[in-house]
Nanobody, 112 residues
Framework: VQLVESGGGLVQAGGSLRLSCAAS???????AAWYRQGPGKQREFVAA???????NYADSVKGRFTISRDNALNTVYLQMNNLKPEDAAVYYC????????WGQGTQVTVSS
């Protein structure tokens, strides 16, 4: 499975971005998740979506971020609202059915 993230960029604090993760195969049966890695930090979990539609979020993003998928477009999304400077990081998509694969990452920068 090949995953290509897009949608990152520079946004002011309080703003929104929507990240996309386009998969080379159907995402219908996939487990999908978003992780992020800030400067000098370890990669951390952000949000997940199971094949059955159950979602899970890190406490730091609950109520602000939403993970979803579009089966017709083979794409997983991360809608990020009310962004904070501490959300700045490279965001990575992880997805797959029996084996999960990583995308290359997309940079999110949040100015205060």
């Amino acid at each position: 499975v090949q995953l290509v993230e897009s949608g990152g960029g520079l946004v002011q604090a309080g703003g929104s971005l929507r990240l996309s993760c386009a998969a080379s195969e159907s995402v219908f049966s996939m487990y999908a998740a978003w992780y992020r890695q800030g400067p000098g930090k370890q990669r951390e979990f952000v949000a997940a979506l199971t094949s059955g539609g159950t979602t899970n979020y890190a406490d730091s993003v609950k109520g602000r971020f939403t993970i979803s998928r579009d089966n017709a477009l083979n794409t997983v999304y991360l809608q990020m609202n009310n962004l904070k400077p501490e959300d700045a990081a490279v965001y990575y998509c992880l997805a797959g059915v029996h084996t999960q694969y990583w995308g290359q990452g997309t940079q999110v920068t949040v100015s205060s």
